[in-house]
């Protein structure tokens, strides 16, 4: 029974495979073109003439004198200071996500283990934060932050990401967490442990999946941020994804296309690698809180 | 656990989320009850051999003093929610009075800053999450039939454009589609039309848009209901298919009925998520024709030297009354789900 309610017409199966192809496409190419793009010179990669001059490379042999150059990447990286940008992307991603889940495990233990009614209402109150566009909190941070002169500096802003991130890792290290039996804490609180202790000997070690996860999601938040980054950095702060958008418009760089998409490529790539590593937990962390329903 | 236990632990989260969340709240709101100070005039008179002209001129230092003393600028109560660039009452009044038909109020209410802001995002909003939810269940449905082995590479390649930032995410799009790129120089050879461009029109503006939003929105859609698929019982697929039911009759009265209350929890955190939407429009350099209500608080601000705290606020203020109309629904239902639980 259980075969055939899997076995599919041929139809099904063609049509299946070329829709999943369709999709694919779609969904890869467009990351394929600009990986292939930046190898090449700005008249080749936006042609008004030909755009058969990408794939050609015709402008790049006569610039530089073969069909692929890494100009852009080498020009972005050390005249463009790109280097500054993704070691700032690596102390915020390192800060952000050692910091949240450091307060997020604590404060979502006591949320799956407190019986009190205001668990409720802190989880609620939560809810309501995660859904807050970010860019309405930044607007209240700029005018005090001015005032405290603290506005730009690195840390003001991983303190920010840590804690508008803190919501959603909340929620889902609670799922997590009530997943853990009781009963474990418990023997350990009756053996004479404290709660930190119980929490920190007993439950932590076999909370890494939770932890794997709730982490891949603050490091994707502190990776990815641009509304927060871009607002309260100054430009030599910057992170990668707001330098990107500066090499698109500012006067100091002048528009220089391929430097931004030499480093999309250099800021995608490392990203790409980890979640292929660690896409099980992904999956897992979002749908924590949906299949239940 | 005890309360004191429980605070301790709790404390350091909550006092992040009270100090960066909850305050900043507060203190948008209160920005938006403060203008920027005036700019202080002054006469000066100017003699010179053929008399004396009077001229009107800025008095920096003046105003300096008064910036220092008063950075947040002068009271404006609830005046900034009001004038042209936020409600606009007054002028929406004007129209109403001015105008002899519906379109032509329509037309004017609509080239209001706020109410453009307002429909953009709305449309936005809403032009984006039925289609996500139609592709991410269908991919879900398609995906779900494959071997294990292929899954996981399928699933990766599937969940690309969901993982980088939108900003990113637009930027490779718009280098495609853009007159200069593959898909855009392609659809002018097959048009024969050498000057259309994404930038020539506001509708074709507006589609690429919409179809980034699916594109970006789609993954997530797909990967929740994808793990719903494997929650749906497979007793009642046996007996329909017994019965004879085909592939298409057990999907339309079986699984889709078991994955309804899951399609309303994507499409509320959908429009929720879309109601946000910014960054596209830098990726896309669509700021001429399209302005959601956080492109117009980025607005306001990204000029270092003169930001305007009180008009982000007062349009932060009114971005939180738009979140919080999408919002109740979640906020019942995780209510009453609760509720259940205890």
């Known amino acids: ?293 | 656990m005890p309360h004191k236990t429980f605070f301790w632990f709790f404390f350091p989260t909550g006092l992040a989320m009270i100090l960066f969340i909850g305050l900043p709240i507060v203190s948008s709101f209160f920005q938006s009850l403060h203008i920027e100070n005036q700019q202080i005039l002054m006469e000066v008179e100017n003699c010179d051999p053929f008399g004396c002209t009077t001229n009107v001129r800025v008095d920096v230092e003046a105003t300096e003093k008064l910036k220092e003393e008063n950075p947040l600028g002068r009271f404006n109560g609830f005046g900034t929610y009001l004038d042209r660039n936020h409600l606009a009452f007054d002028e929406i009044g004007e129209a109403w009075s001015a105008s002899s038909s519906i379109g032509e109020f329509k037309d004017i209410v609509l080239n209001l800053p706020f109410y453009k802001a307002l429909l953009f995002t709305l449309t936005f909003c809403f032009a984006v999450t039925p289609p996500v939810i139609f592709f991410g269940f269908i991919v879900a449905l398609s995906i779900n039939t494959l071997t294990k082995r292929l899954k996981g590479l399928i699933v990766f390649g599937t969940i690309l454009p969901m993982i980088v930032t939108p900003l990113i995410g637009s930027l490779v799009l718009f280098w495609m589609i853009d007159s200069q790129g593959i898909i855009g120089a392609s659809i002018k050879i097959l048009l024969g039309d050498p000057n259309l461009s994404l930038k020539s029109s506001s509708t074709l503006t507006w589609i690429t848009l919409i179809i980034y939003g699916i594109w970006h929105n789609t993954p997530f859609a797909f990967i929740v209901f994808y793990a719903a698929l494997q929650t749906v019982p497979q007793d009642p697929i046996e007996a329909a298919l017994i019965d004879g039911a085909s592939r298409f009759q057990r999907v339309r009265y079986i699984v889709i009925p078991h994955l309804y209350p899951v399609a309303t929890f994507i499409m509320l955190i959908c429009l929720m998520d879309n109601f946000r939407v910014f960054e596209p429009i830098i990726g896309f350099s669509a700021e001429g024709v399209a302005q959601s209500l956080s492109w117009m608080i980025y607005q306001d601000l990204r000029n270092e030297n003169k930001m305007l705290f009180g008009s982000a606020g007062a349009t932060s203020m009114l971005t939180i009354i738009g979140i919080a109309i999408l919002l109740t629904p979640v906020l019942l239902r995780t209510w009453k789900e609760f509720r259940t639980e205890r």
């Not at chain 1, 090449?40 to 042609?47: G, H, L, P, Q, S």
């Not at chain 1, 702060?237 to 500012?250: E, F, H, S």
């Not at chain 1, 006067?251 to 800021?267: D, L, Q």
Request: net charge neutral; charged share 10%.
């Open chain 1, 1 to 293: 029974m259980e075969s055939q309610i899997n076995q599919y017409s041929k139809q099904l199966i063609i049509f299946n495979s070329i829709f999943i192809l369709i999709w694919l496409t779609i969904s890869i190419f467009p990351f394929l073109w600009t990986l292939w793009g930046s190898f090449k010179v700005k008249a080749d990669f936006f042609t008004r003439s030909d755009w058969t001059y990408a794939l050609s490379g015709f402008n790049t042999l006569i610039e530089t004198g073969a069909t692929a150059t890494i100009k852009a990447y080498i020009e972005s990286w050390t005249e463009g200071e790109f280097w500054r940008a993704t070691m700032n992307t690596m102390i915020v991603t390192i800060s952000v996500v050692t910091i949240s889940l450091f307060l997020g495990t604590l404060g979502a233990y006591a949320l799956s283990r407190s019986t009190f009614k205001y668990t409720f209402y802190i989880l609620i109150a939560a809810l309501i934060f995660r859904a807050m566009p970010h860019i309405t909190l930044v607007s209240g941070y700029l005018f005090p932050f001015f005032q405290l002169n603290i506005w730009g500096i690195l840390p003001t802003t991983i303190i920010v990401l840590v804690a508008i991130n803190q919501p959603f890792t909340l929620w889902l290290l609670y799922s997590f967490f009530k997943t853990v039996p009781k009963e474990l804490d418990e023997s350990a609180l009756i053996d004479g442990c404290s709660y930190f202790q119980a929490f920190r000997y007993i439950i932590m070690p076999v909370m890494w999946p939770g932890v794997v996860t709730a982490g891949l999601f603050s490091m994707m938040l502190a990776y990815n941020d641009f509304t927060v980054t871009a607002l309260l950095l100054n430009q030599e702060n910057y992170t990668m994804v707001p330098k990107i958008n500066a090499y698109l418009g500012t006067i100091e760089y002048g528009g220089n296309y391929m430097w931004a998409v030499s480093s999309v490529v250099s800021a995608t790539a490392p990203l790409f690698m980890i979640i292929w590593f660690f896409q099980r937990q992904l999956i897992s962390g979002l749908t924590a809180g949906a299949v239940k329903g």
